[in-house]
């Protein structure tokens, strides 16, 4: 039977913290479509977390999370920039168009799935015109998809320089736990030009769960109604809300993530394979061609090779020091 212990932090079941929390608020009745104690003293936890006041929702995907925010920052005739290699540009089956009646996204060069500010000025620089989508939003990934982090002062630079052309600026943090447990200051984000910042719950450790924060309130008008129509407002929201509340209390969420850091970091220490980008978050990624990989599949580990050619190892909150050991192992026998 195949070990999916690294294809991704998606394939790890939730944190204890989670799962007592759910319970804790399966009691009683609550007021249904996020109009409860619950989503309330969550929402709570993330603006203490993040230091800002914004409109927090709870949605339970976290490809409807940014598709439903791109469609709020940019209308149907306009695109969003993103990096070439980012979830929203690469992963999510045109929902952002979909639930933007048409919305475009605009790919971006850069290594390691951070976009390139010179990349970023080009697409900048050219002129409105009726022919193509002009850029009305900016999407940034932290940490991105080949798990680098950006520092604070490239991603303040990139946000300076989109506000600059009026653009808005969609901050997908699906892996945001991995980026705060490499470093990164969460804080920072209320005060960087960040208009919404989807928060990642589900690969975190959760049971699926995304927040969607609004840290530009204005974009909270009918904002409901847009969950509504996309499928995303739901009528039980205390079970969304709930594990955050597990998670953030007593800071599971950053904790468990450091902890998947550190195994990402074992595993590349470990790793007979060229590894080919930095390891700053959970994720580790090297160079093995299709023989290689045949054969640890083989050995009974899945895992999968990635957009750019590379095969991606993923660590979660659960990954055990013992599991990366027997995966150095067979990588160390298959190689």
């Not at 804080?187 to 959760?206: E, F, H, P, Y």
């Not at 809300?241 to 904790?255: C, K, T, V, Y």
């Amino acid at each position: 039977m195949a070990r999916y212990d690294f294809a991704s932090d998606n394939t790890a079941g939730a944190m204890p913290e989670v799962m007592e929390a759910l319970g804790r608020y399966n009691d009683g009745a609550a007021a249904g479509y996020g109009d409860d104690a619950v989503c309330e003293k969550a929402a709570d936890l993330i603006r203490d977390l993040l230091d800002v006041d914004a409109e927090v929702r709870f949605v339970a995907s976290g490809t409807a999370a940014n598709a439903l925010c791109l469609a709020a920052l940019a209308a149907p005739h306009e695109a969003v920039l993103a990096h070439e290699h980012s979830h929203v540009a690469t992963d999510e089956t045109g929902a952002p168009g979909f639930f933007g009646a048409g919305l475009g996204v605009i790919g971006l060069a850069g290594a390691s799935g951070r976009i390139e500010p010179a990349a970023l000025a080009e697409a900048l620089g050219r002129p409105d015109a009726p022919h193509w989508q002009a850029p009305a939003a900016l999407s940034l990934t932290q940490s991105t998809e080949f798990g680098a982090i950006y520092a604070e002062a490239a991603l303040a630079a990139l946000i300076a320089s989109a506000k600059v052309a009026g653009l808005k600026i969609h901050l997908d943090g699906a892996r945001l736990a991995n980026a705060v447990a490499g470093g990164f200051h969460v804080n920072t984000i209320g005060r960087s030009g960040v208009d919404v910042l989807v928060m990642g719950g589900t690969k975190a450790g959760a049971t699926p769960t995304e927040a969607i924060v609004l840290l530009d309130k204005s974009l909270d008008r009918r904002f409901g109604a847009r969950l509504k129509h996309g499928g995303q407002l739901i009528s039980k929201a205390r079970f969304l809300a709930a594990p955050w509340i597990g998670m953030l209390q007593d800071g599971a969420w950053s904790r468990r993530a450091a902890h998947a850091g550190a195994m990402a970091r074992r595993l590349a220490a470990a790793m007979p394979f060229v590894v080919t980008h930095p390891v700053e978050a959970n994720a580790v990624f090297v160079h093995m061609d299709d023989a290689a990989l045949e054969r640890l599949h083989g050995a009974g580990w899945f895992v999968y090779r990635f957009i750019d050619g590379s095969v991606r190892f993923m660590c979660s909150w659960s990954t055990t020091v013992e599991a990366v050991d027997e995966l150095a192992a067979a990588l160390k026998a298959i190689s």
